[in-house]
């Protein structure tokens, strides 16, 4: 806005108002412009945002959709599990179970099977042997008794009752025997109470009267019946006979069935014995006189008890058993009461559903039940597991039992509690377990399931959240490289427009009075745009840096001249405050490779940053530029290799600083080697320091961020926008150096140091092509504005072969030549060094005292004349001392620190790669000669420095002060340096110059590099090493006013602005050296006797171009576009080549084209527009180039573009055009180039 | 004769005034007077030369517009192309407005604004045939100077 507000005062000063309109309209359009591009940018991005959201939203919808079905998967999944586990564990419970149960029925089958064939076992072997017995008795009876009859009581007292005795007593299991005789006697043993009785029916008769004669039954009931106490151990009865009831035993189906049993096998019976209890009898008749007539039946009782007694006994697992009759009576059970009704003879046996014992009384009706026939039981066993009795579960099984020709059945009841229920427990037991296990695991499962789902649903948030996030930042990273697009899009218009203001400027400038109040505004305009065009193209820098875009423009320079130049722009800003800028090239390393392959501009743009901060933040001070060569990488050997090894590790060893670095350079060498090639790099060490209010270390890191000032929002007084320091870091990388802050050497110290290195490749300049170089800048430095001395410094480089021959000269000579080494130091050579400025004086002091004897330093005007005084005593003394003694050294090389002896030797060690380094065997020939000198006369020689803004008074005291401090006639050969500032009046410097004051240079400050040169060949004119003649053109080169050399390169400095500060004073120059420059221009012919071939489709433009260069005396040919010129041009070789053929053969001598009016010209120029229809100017520049190869000719091309931005250029030059130009053609620009093409020319014919 | 010097005056006062107003009402930039000093013995009618390309130049390029913008689909990039040949051939002769005009168009091309253009283009034609009349006018003024035996006032 400051320029536009200039604009207007001014323009309404100047009144010229057709320009005023221009400018405004220039700078509406310029904002509007912007202003548009802005609004354009923004709406993209908000439209690609947009879009970009959507894509989120459904992206992260889909995330979460997944998340959820995965999810639900593994809840399902869970469930399933947990599922198939309760039923694996009940299947296997239930197998389990099934298998128990299985093995436990078959053990308790065997079991019950076991309990009932014991049962019979027994019944059987009691029973059977029973029967058999009685058989046997029955026998031995009969065949005992067969002499007697039975039938007579006495018998059967005498012979029976003993037999029957010894059967009781013997026979196993038998509680009574009886007799029972047909004819109804009657004998018994049994026991009662444990006494043996005798029962027994003798003959008396009851009833006498009842006789039945022949009927031996008539008898039976008339005996008396008897009981009687017997002995136990003999039979024989013992006390009285009782006489007791009869039964009628005859009349029972059991004595009948025995008496006609035929078969001779016992029968069986049931009876009560006399003891009252049932009695299982076996019966077998005495057939003592024929077998068809019995006698009587031997009955043997075995007590049913006995039976009871042996099933009780058994273990029936808590169950009971039953003997019973196949018709369903009991004879025996376990448990209960067992009752037996009846007679004696007679016994009424109890049913056995009618049983006391409930279970036994519950399986007989269960038997019942379940069988139809009852009398199954009585063939085969049978088993039922079914049965259930007052509701518990029992197995019943039964057998038949097979006895004397009757059957049993044996029936065992066993509960299947007893069996079953132990397990059955058990598997309940460990059903309920189960039960309880799978509803813990569906807690658990339920449990799991629900921390997975929250687990689940907090990822889901978390990555929905980190999308968010990552979104944010793609989205934060994509406006702003859309930013950096944009900003470096409107590059072109932005300096379009600007370039116009300046243009306008400009033009405004010629119209006005010079020295004139307008003409100081214009300059201030001029000045504020080309600030406004600095600040807008650090902002550009900074985009395009960022949006990875910017290109290093490499070129061959001289690094100490632009270093030069930039110090010197800024000591002028920085002289108005008061402070000083220095130049200090420390130990000169930086100006033996000076020579080297770079980005000048980009270089010159950070260190005018860094200066410009350090001006900026110093108000008292100085602020210095150190500049020194750190390492020199090769990265292939030399010719000379071992040569230059040899030295090269001379030179580490020398140094001990870097030794330690040794490795540690190869390693950087390794890291570099991708981008070298086949050259030699070195790297270089800047260090910008100030003695400004510094920065504070916390803040070290942040000032390199864009954007960032120190001091915040609140520092009105700095103006820029904090972008400096950020493009020069980014520029440093970019260069693959490193920039930081390093402390200063005392803490107290104020300020800031900036340290930064960057890597160069060496220029391959040889020292023909130098020297090549400096003729042509002799010839045409009018035109292309390289100033002298710098091309000078192009001899710094040269070749082995070179510096061998060099080192033999300075061997046997003893001279030194300046620049490309290290001079060696003057004796005799004494300084006063009078200036202001600590900084510089300081830098200059050691500078000199490298060189010189002694360096004395001034720092008041009044001490002037003091320390000449001083000098003049010790030089008397020295000479004194020097005619006493030949062996006298000068204290000054005795008190000198060793880096000055080096110094001193530079020259014998002078390397091909220029490091400076020190040979031992060097050392003695330096000094040997030093002293060969002193010997052999003193002489004194003096330089005085002087500044002029020192000298209290007129400077022509100076004369006066040095005549009469030596006396007239006696001052010995003295130099006086008069420094000048850039605000010294002119008056002075011309009273200098006209010579009335001793004066034999004029320098302005800040003295460094060719000044110090210039110097420098005052110092060897003293010791008379160098020609009056030389020193002039040195000396004439340093005043920038009085050469158009200088002159020019200022000029150029003013076109083409590299940095946002301009000076003013320098611009007010420069204007009027432009206007001169223009009319000198406008008057000459510049382009006479030249072809220019324009291809440019406008017919506007084309004429235009035409008229320019027809003005400057060209011969312009025009074309309508690409192809054309092509045509042109291809013809033209042609037939060129052909005449050249056709000369040759006639004349036998080649001629120049433009010597022979016969042959055709060539294009000396083509000048092709970029942009044309049928064929654009990059497409006809290559097709031309390929034609010219055929020919070996090369015409330049200049390519008018309409943009003027680098990458443009870049592709001008790619296509193969040479220079390029802006559109609307103008004149100085062209002759310019016009006269960087005759300067090859010349140099191709040279 | 003294009759034939007044008119020459006349005429030369004319001419000043006119080209005053031409620059004062920004017609014309500096480039015009580029252009006027491109001229000399050599190339004498070098500014009306220019100028009359200039107009014809310009006679197809309008046309070539009008016809462009007429088209459905409008092809913007040939519009622009045709706009930047403009732009290129007017500001070489110094014709500001026209130039201005131009930019404008361009602006309303880079956003495919139709109506925009249209409307620019009417305000480009009116701007040129304003221009292309007054610098006819200048010429024939200057021819009448000429051909009176007057010299051309020299513009700043």
Known sequence: ?1246 | MLNFAMDVLRLQQQHSQLTYSLFNEGFLDEQFTQLQQLQDESNPDFVSEVVALFFDDSDRLLENLGKALEKEPIDYKKLDAHVHQFKGSSSSVGAHRVKNACIAFRAYCDENDRAGCIQCLQHMKHEYYLVKSKLQELFHLEEEILSAGGTLPLIE
């Open chain 1, 1 to 1246: 806005m400051g320029a536009c507000i200039w604009t207007k005062e001014t323009m309404n000063a100047l009144g010229s108002e057709n320009q005023q309109i221009a400018l405004r309209h220039v700078g509406k359009n310029f904002f509007s412009d912007t202003d548009e591009k802005f609004k354009k940018n923004v709406q993209h991005h908000s439209e690609e945002e947009t879009a970009s959201n959507g894509w989120l939203m459904k992206y992260s919808k889909t995330l979460q959709r997944t998340t959820h079905a995965s999810l639900f998967h593994s809840v399902i999944l869970e469930v399933l599990l947990v599922i198939v586990g309760i039923a694996m564990t009940i299947i296997i419970w239930f197998f389990a179970l099934k298998h128990a149960e299985h093995s436990v029925s078959i053990v308790s089958d065997a079991l019950r099977g076991e309990l009932l064939s014991h049962a019979k076992a027994f019944t059987t072997s009691v029973f059977e042997e029973n029967c058999e017995s009685a058989i046997h008795l029955a026998h031995l009876i009969a065949s005992s008794l067969i002499k007697d009859n039975l039938s007579s009581f006495s018998t059967l007292e005498n012979q029976m009752k003993p037999a029957l005795f010894q059967g009781y007593s013997t026979i196993p299991y038998t509680a009574q025997v009886f007799y029972m005789g047909k004819n109804g006697l009657f004998v018994s043993y049994y026991t009662d109470f444990n006494e043996t009785l005798i029962l027994y029916a003798n003959r008396t008769y009851t009833d006498s009267s009842m006789t039945h004669a022949g009927d031996p039954a008539s008898y039976r009931q008339r005996y008396l019946w008897y009981c009687q106490k017997a002995s136990a151990t003999t039979g024989l009865p013992l006390g009285e006979a009782i006489p007791t009831g009869t039964f009628s035993f005859w009349g029972t189906k059991w004595f009948r069935d025995a008496l006609n049993s035929k078969n001779g096998f016992a029968t069986w019976g049931l009876a009560f014995g006399q003891s009252k209890e049932l009695l299982f009898l076996s019966l077998a008749s005495i057939k003592d006189v024929s077998p068809a007539d019995p006698s009587g039946v031997l009955a043997l009782g075995t007590p049913m008890r006995i039976l009871m007694d042996f099933i009780t006994h058994f273990d029936l697992l808590g169950g009971d058993m039953y003997l019973a009759t196949i018709d369903g009576y009991l004879l025996a059970q376990t448990g209960g009461a067992f009752h037996v009704g009846g007679e004696i003879d007679k016994p009424i046996l109890l049913e056995a559903t009618k049983s006391g014992n409930p279970v036994v009384a519950g399986a007989a009706l269960h038997l019942i039940n379940k069988l139809k026939n009852i009398s199954r039981l009585g063939n085969e066993t049978f088993s039922s597991s079914d049965a259930r009795i007052q509701g518990a579960s029992y197995i019943v099984d039964s057998t038949p039992i097979h006895l004397a020709g009757t059957t049993m059945v044996c029936v065992v009841i066993i509960p299947c509690k007893s069996i079953w229920g132990h397990m059955e427990k058990q598997g309940h037991t460990t059903l309920i377990l189960l039960i309880i296990l799978a509803a813990c695991m569906l807690f658990i499962s339920c449990a799991f399931i629900f921390l997975l789902t929250r687990a689940g649903n907090r990822e889901m948030h978390l990555s929905a959240a980190l999308i968010q996030q990552l979104d944010a930042t793609k989205q934060a990273e994509r406006k702003n490289n859309q930013k950096n697009i944009a900003f470096a899009r409107m590059s072109h218009d932005l300096r379009t427009s600007l370039a116009a203001i300046i243009g306008l400027i400009d033009l405004c400038h010629y119209d006005v009075v010079e020295g004139s109040e307008l003409e100081m505004n214009l300059l201030q305009m001029n000045s504020c745009a080309n600030n406004l065009l600095g600040l807008l193209n650090s902002i550009l820098d900074v985009s395009k840096i960022e949006a990875e875009k910017l290109q290093l423009d490499e070129t061959d320079f001289n690094i100490v001249q632009v270093l030069e130049e930039v110090v010197d722009m800024f000591s002028v800003v920085a002289l108005e405050k008061g402070v000083e800028v220095v130049l200090d090239l420390c130990d000169d390393s930086a100006e033996k490779i000076s020579w080297i392959k770079g980005d000048a501009g980009r270089l010159k743009q950070i260190l005018c940053n860094l200066l410009s901060n350090g001006v900026k933040f110093t108000s008292e001070g100085h602020v210095i530029l150190r500049a020194w060569v750190k390492q020199v990488f090769h990265s292939k050997p030399s010719v000379h290799g071992g040569h230059s090894a040899q030295h090269f590790r001379a030179c580490w060893s020398c140094m001990p600083k870097w030794v330690f670095e040794v490795s540690n350079a190869y390693k950087q060498l390794d890291a570099f080697s991708e981008v070298q090639t086949d050259s030699n790099y070195v790297e270089f060490e800047f260090e910008v320091e100030d003695t400004g209010k510094g920065i504070p270390k916390d803040k070290h890191k942040s000032v390199f961020e864009n954007f960032v000032q120190i001091d915040g929002l609140t520092s009105t007084n700095h103006d820029g926008i904090g972008l400096g320091l950020g493009i020069v870091r980014s520029l440093v990388h970019l260069m693959g150096g490193n920039i930081k802050i390093v402390d200063k050497g005392e803490p107290g110290e104020k300020g800031t140091c900036f340290r930064f290195n960057l890597f160069f490749r060496i220029a391959e300049v040889s020292v023909d092509q130098s020297k090549n170089g400096e003729n042509r800048s002799l010839g045409m430095h009018v035109l292309n504005g390289v100033s002298l001395w710098a091309k000078s410094y192009s001899c710094e480089k040269y070749d082995v072969q070179d510096w061998q021959l060099r080192q033999k000269s300075s061997l046997t000579s003893g001279t030194s030549e300046p620049h490309w080494q290290r001079p060696a130091l003057k004796e005799n050579v004494f300084v006063v060094l009078a200036m202001n400025g600590e900084a510089s004086k300081m830098i200059l002091k050691k500078w000199l005292e490298h060189r010189c004897e002694q360096v004395l330093m001034v720092n008041q005007w009044l001490d002037f004349i003091p320390t000449l005084e001083n000098l003049k005593q010790e030089v008397l003394v020295q000479s004194l001392r020097a005619s006493e003694t030949s062996e006298f050294v000068s204290p000054k090389s005795l008190l000198s620190d060793p880096w000055v002896d080096d110094m001193s030797h530079q020259g014998d060690t002078f390397s091909d790669y220029g490091v400076n380094q020190l040979s031992p065997d060097g050392y003695g020939s330096g000094t040997e000669e030093s002293k060969q000198r002193k010997v052999n006369g003193v002489s004194m020689h003096l330089l005085v420095v002087v500044d002029i803004n020192m000298i209290v008074g007129p400077p022509e005291q100076i004369s006066a002060i040095l005549s009469n401090f030596f006396g007239v006639g006696q001052v010995p050969i003295c130099k006086v340096v008069w420094l000048a500032n850039a605000n010294t009046p002119s008056v002075e410097l011309e009273n200098l110059k006209r010579g009335s004051v001793p004066c034999d240079l004029i320098l302005h400050k800040p003295v460094h590099g060719s000044r110090l040169h210039a110097v420098w060949d005052l110092v060897q004119d003293l010791s008379g090493k160098r020609t009056q003649q030389a020193s002039e053109i040195e000396a004439s080169n340093v005043l920038p006013q009085t050469e158009s050399s200088d002159e020019h390169f200022r000029r150029k400095s003013f076109d083409r602005p590299t940095s946002s500060l301009v000076n003013f004073k320098d611009q007010k120059q420069m204007w009027s050296e432009l206007t001169q420059k223009d009319n000198k221009l406008r008057a000459q012919n510049l382009l006479e006797g030249m072809h220019i071939l324009v291809a440019e489709d406008n017919a506007v433009l084309r004429r235009l171009a035409q008229a320019t260069l027809t003005q400057l005396g060209a011969t312009v040919k025009c074309v309508d576009d690409g192809e054309q010129a092509v045509q042109i041009v291809s013809e033209m070789l042609h037939s060129r080549i052909k005449n050249n053929k056709d000369f040759l053969s006639s004349k036998q001598c080649p001629l120049k084209s433009s010597d022979d009016p016969v042959q055709p010209y060539v294009f000396d120029i083509l000048l092709m527009d970029c942009e044309m229809p049928i064929m654009d100017g990059y497409e006809a520049t290559r097709r031309i180039r390929e034609e010219e190869k055929r020919y070996g000719f090369h015409i330049p091309i200049i390519a008018l573009t309409a943009h003027a931005m680098a990458e443009e250029a870049r592709r001008c030059i790619q296509a193969g055009m040479d220079f390029h130009l802006p559109k609307p053609l103008t004149r100085e620009p062209l002759l310019n180039i016009v006269g960087k093409i005759c300067a090859e020319k010349e140099a191709l014919e040279l």
